[in-house]
C-alpha cells in the first residue's frame, strides 16, 4: 500500500465510521472534510485520531446542529452541555472537570464499544495501515521539530478556499495528502497563491 493511496482511503473509513455514528443520532451533520482529521491531534480534546475521537467530534456536531454552546476558552473548555450530548452518543467521563479542558477526555462506555464494534475494528484497521505506510519513509526524510517533539506534525492552519468562496483552516500538509472537496461546489478547497508563497 503506497502512501498517496492511503489518506483517501482512510478519509472513506472516516466518512463511513462518521455515516454509522448518524445511523443511531440523525440530527448529526455531514462531516465535511475527513480528511482535516489525518495526522492532526487536538490537544483541546485530547486524543489522537480514534473512533473515540471522532464520536467527540460528532458530540461538538451535534451541538452545533442543536445551537447549543458546549465549549468556551477558544474551543478549550468542554462544559456540562457538552458532556449531556456526549453522554447521550456513549461517551463518559467519570472523574470532575479538568481546569483547563473541562469534560473534553471522554470514554466510550461498554455500551458504545458493543453498538459500534465493528466500526471501531474497520477504521483501527485503516488507521494501522496507514501509520504503516506512512512510517515507512522516516528513516531518510526530515518531518521538522513536530516530529521530534512526539507532535502529529498539525502545525499552523492557513486558509484554504474553493470557487464558491467558502473556506476552511486547514493544514497545509493535510491539504497535501488528499483533496478536501467543499460540500456545496463539489470542487476542492485550495490555499491562495498569496497565502501559499508566505509560507
Not at 56 to 82: C, I, K, L, P, Q
Not at 106 to 118: D, S
Request: include cysteine; proline fraction near 8%.
Amino acid at each position: 500500500m503506497s502512501t498517496t493511496q492511503t489518506p483517501p482511503v482512510l478519509a472513506a473509513e472516516l466518512a463511513q465510521a462518521w455515516a454509522d455514528i448518524q445511523r443511531h443520532h440523525p440530527e448529526l451533520p455531514d462531516l465535511a472534510a475527513p480528511e482535516s482529521l489525518i495526522g492532526e491531534s487536538s490537544s483541546a480534546c485530547g486524543h489522537e485520531l480514534s473512533f473515540e475521537r471522532l464520536l467527540h467530534e460528532a458530540v461538538h456536531g451535534v451541538a452545533a446542529a442543536r445551537g447549543v454552546r458546549d465549549t468556551s476558552r477558544a474551543g478549550r473548555y468542554h462544559n456540562r452541555r457538552f458532556l449531556a450530548i456526549a453522554e447521550e452518543l456513549g461517551l463518559d467521563h467519570p472523574e470532575e472537570p479538568h481546569p483547563s479542558s473541562g469534560f473534553s477526555l471522554v470514554t466510550l462506555t461498554p455500551e458504545a464499544k458493543r453498538r459500534y464494534r465493528p466500526t471501531i475494528e474497520r477504521l483501527q484497521r485503516a488507521l494501522k495501515a496507514h501509520s504503516a505506510a506512512t512510517a515507512g519513509d522516516t528513516a531518510r526524510s526530515f518531518r521538522g521539530p513536530a516530529a521530534r517533539h512526539g507532535s502529529s506534525g498539525g502545525g499552523v492552519r492557513v486558509k484554504a478556499v474553493c470557487d464558491c468562496g467558502r473556506n476552511v483552516r486547514v493544514v497545509p500538509s493535510v491539504l497535501a495528502q488528499a483533496p478536501i472537496v467543499c460540500g456545496g461546489c463539489g470542487k476542492p478547497f485550495r490555499i491562495p497563491e498569496a497565502v501559499g508563497a508566505a509560507s
